[in-house]
């Protein structure tokens, strides 16, 4: 699944052409381009996609928002690194008949 995570901007650095975050998320911090949201600010919070921030909302919404993905257990799961996501599927019960196809056998 991916979501759209809220997270708060704590650094905004130039790289290249693109206007690059240090975004927290409850603790967990992600670079993000914020090319798409100019008028984003150190300290503001805005809705991140796949490592893009997407809209700018307030802070009582997006802590809300972070309160519950953490109580669904998604938060950690959405922010994982690549590493994190394979070892996590590595370690999830297989399945002998992952497409479902058997399930009624």
């Keep these: 699944m991916c ?10 650095l130039i790289e290249g052409d693109l206007r690059i975050g240090r975004v927290n998320f409850g603790g967990i911090i992600k670079r993000v381009c914020l090319d798409y949201v100019p008028e984003v600010e150190v300290g503001d919070y805005t809705i991140v996609h796949v490592g893009f921030a997407l809209s700018k909302i307030d802070q009582e919404t997006a802590e809300k928002t972070l309160a519950v993905f953490r109580q669904m257990g998604m938060l950690e799961e959405e922010l994982a690194t690549e590493e994190e996501a394979f070892a996590r599927a590595a ?15």
């Excluded at 979501?3 to 905004?12: H, T, Y």
């Excluded at 370690?91 to 056998?105: E, F, H, I, V, W």
Aim: overall charge negative; charged content about 20%; proline content about 12%.
């Design 91 to 105: 370690l999830a019960p297989q399945s002998s008949c992952p497409d479902g196809s058997c399930g009624g056998r």
């Design 3 to 12: 979501l759209a995570i809220p997270g708060k901007v704590e650094e905004i």
